[in-house]
């Protein structure tokens, strides 16, 4: 069986426009090795791999996976508040309001705030932009900084940590929060040393984050 699929597969051609197509022409896998294709690191090669071992493992593996990738689907989004993920109606970053620390973190991505929250080193709240000011898809409407404002100032918070990457797109948009949190009583500070030029948080191991948050600096309204 497992053979018998892997030739299945394996039998493609080159079109006229020089797409490969499957001689079997099956729409879902077409379909499949598309959209595994988009996803990161991966290559029509190892989505070929993937959709193999899912075939071959229907009920270990494509049909739980089926039914939790359906289930994220309805149940799972980003909040519209705080950038982060949501669990239908309830926000776990939005809902939990008795931090110690009134502070909140600004980051790129959900996977820069996995990765702070897992190194302990900040107990406070966390904005999630969803990109930077030039790679986010809905432009800069959906960094939710009016929502960053109304939340500074609702849940009366002290400081505002800029942690984006040491790229020149991540350091551009922490100047463009500075700039529009402007007039708020907060203090504003972005990581300071330890974080690498070209650094992107996701990436940086415990000892540096500790480094970049201890060592963190004012940003004032006129530096730059
Ligand atoms: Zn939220």
Redesign the pocket.
């Known amino acids: 069986m497992k053979k018998f699929l892997k030739q299945q597969v394996d039998f493609k051609y080159l079109d006229l426009n020089g797409h490969y197509k499957f001689m079997q022409n099956i729409y879902e896998i077409e379909e499949l090795i598309k959209i595994i294709s988009k996803l990161p690191g991966l290559g029509p090669k190892s989505a070929k791999r993937i959709i193999l071992k899912l075939i071959s493992n229907r009920e270990r593996i494509l049909k739980p996976l089926a039914k939790i990738l359906n289930e994220t689907f309805n149940n799972i989004s980003r ?1 519209d ?4 993920l ?1 669990n239908n109606d309830k ?5 939990i309001l008795n931090k110690k620390t009134k502070r909140i973190c600004v980051v790129e991505d959900i996977a820069d705030q996995w990765s702070i929250e897992s190194s302990n080193i900040f107990d406070g709240y966390f904005h999630i932009l969803g990109g930077t000011l030039d790679s986010s898809p809905g432009s800069k409407e959906s960094l939710l900084l009016n929502s960053l404002i109304s939340r500074i100032e609702k849940e009366k918070i002290e400081e505002v940590i800029l942690a984006t990457s040491a790229t020149v797109e991540g350091q551009t948009t922490a100047y463009y929060i500075r700039d529009k949190l402007k007039g708020l009583s907060v203090e504003i500070s972005k990581l300071g040393q330890g974080l690498p030029v070209g650094g992107e948080i996701e990436n940086l191991d415990d000892g540096t984050l500790h480094s970049a948050f201890k060592n963190r600096s004012a940003l004032k309204a006129d530096s730059d």
């Open positions: 909040c508040v705080c950038g982060s949501r926000c776990q970053n939005c809902s």
